[in-house]
């Protein structure tokens, strides 16, 4: 099954700036999207078709593209940004798959 | 304000059957993809499957296929995750999810449902 592969962790001191990878084969024929999701809350959209930004985001919120590979960034890290992020990516028949996910712990 | 709103905390034996839903409004539900995600305890988000409320088309995540049922009642903007026989790896927390409606991520979430299988 496909599969997308994210660091466990990362960490990152306040201020500084995170970026965070996602592996997958189907990529450079797929968008990605990124989810936030802190602990007793629903997923949070954070980055869309690899690079857009929902509305309300903040902008240290950014993506990028390469290849087979996808990476989430967040500039200025804020003590709020620590949560588990997703990347997820899906085909035109309507499959989805989720990445491992990252946990970001801020110090 | 638009939002997806999940039934209630269930608790279950093994072998007993379970439908919960996720209740969305109007045109913003009824026209989009609805997704179900899973959260086990300590683990990652799995997609599970997706459902069209319009037409009730539902595609599954092959490692979901046969065990679970995604339906949708597009009259009362309600989409369902439905088992017949719960197991105890079953226990996890539910989400449900509005695809966006011209690329595939997921921007409106369901405050999520526990669901716990214990004897």
């Known amino acids: 099954s496909y599969e997308l592969t994210q660091p466990p962790s990362v960490s990152v001191s306040p201020g500084q700036t995170a970026s965070i990878s996602c592996s997958g084969d189907a990529l450079p024929k797929q968008y990605a999207y990124w989810y936030q999701h802190k602990p007793g809350q629903a997923p949070v959209l954070v980055i869309y078709k690899d690079s857009e930004r929902p509305s309300g985001i903040p902008e240290r919120f950014s993506g990028s593209h390469s290849g087979t590979t996808v990476t989430l960034t967040i500039s200025g890290v804020q003590a709020e940004d620590e949560a588990d992020y997703y990347c997820q990516s899906a085909d035109s028949s309507e499959t989805y798959v989720f990445g491992t996910g990252t946990k970001v712990t801020v110090l | 304000e638009v939002q997806l709103v999940q039934s209630g905390a269930e608790v279950k034996k093994p072998g007993e059957s379970l439908k919960i839903s996720c209740k969305g409004a109007?045109?913003?539900?009824?026209?989009?993809?609805i997704g179900w995600v899973r959260q086990m305890p300590g683990k990652g988000l799995e997609w599970m499957g997706v459902?069209?409320?319009?037409?009730?088309?539902?595609r599954y995540n092959p490692s979901f296929q046969g065990q679970v049922t995604i339906s949708a009642d597009k009259s009362i903007t309600t989409a369902y995750l439905q088992w017949r026989s719960l197991k105890a790896s079953d226990t996890a927390m539910y989400y449900c999810?509005?695809?966006?409606?011209?690329?595939?991520?997921?921007?409106?979430w369901g405050q999520g449902t526990m669901v716990t299988v214990s004897s």
């Open positions: 999810a509005r695809r966006l409606y011209v690329s595939h991520g997921f921007d409106m």
């Open positions: 459902i069209y409320p319009g037409d009730s088309d539902a």
């Open positions: 109007g045109n913003s539900f009824t026209n989009y993809w």
